[in-house]
């Protein structure tokens, strides 16, 4: 056992709430090292001390006098509090205010000065033709390959036009048998 752990484990230990083996393990360290046995008898000696000290009485009207003086604490705090809130409330809503009656005395008073549509002189684009890559495999075959029986040319009129969507690539036949 080394001291993190020993310190970790130190306040049940005084409890005595350990198993028996970290018990065992808690008082050989005790026995091995000087400075987790003088913090074990520090705190010892300190619960000692308190667990001695005499008990105090208390008068027979404590528990009145205390609720009644926490209730005028209470009361106090709430009534701070209020205040508090309402004179940032008034002072948040006289700043929104007096930057709304800016902002209409602003708008209001300048129309001369409001901006005009702006007019920009008018631009033809075209489209640049595409160069198109024809697919060299035949369409009829293509058409022939559905098993349904339903005819594919818009997807062969997409595959035509691919090389357009992606940025102008080749269309390539590839091999995949080697």
């Known amino acids: 056992m080394d001291c993190r752990e020993f310190c970790e484990q130190h306040v049940a230990f005084v409890d005595d709430t350990l ?25 010892r000696r300190a619960l ?21 003086r926490l209730k005028e604490c209470h009361s106090e705090h709430l009534l701070a509090t209020t205040q508090r809130n309402l004179r940032r409330g008034a002072i948040a809503a006289t700043l929104a205010s007096a930057v709304m009656l800016g902002y209409i005395g602003t708008t209001l008073y300048h129309r001369s000065d409001a901006p005009r549509d702006l007019v920009m002189p008018p631009v033809i684009a075209s ?44 269309l390539e036949l590839a091999n995949y048998t080697r």
């Open 48 to 68: 000692l001390l308190i667990r001695n000290l005499p008990s105090i009485e208390l008068s027979a009207d404590f528990s009145e006098r205390l609720e009644a």
């Open 127 to 170: 489209i640049p033709e595409p160069e198109l890559t024809p697919i060299t495999t035949s369409t009829p075959a293509i058409v022939a390959s559905v098993s349904a029986g339903l005819t594919i040319w818009p997807a062969a009129l997409f595959a035509e036009q691919v090389p357009v969507h992606f940025a102008h690539s080749k």
């Open 19 to 43: 198993a028996g083996i970290e018990l065992v393990r808690m008082q050989r360290h005790i026995a091995e090292c000087e400075s987790c046995a003088k913090h074990d008898a520090k705190i």
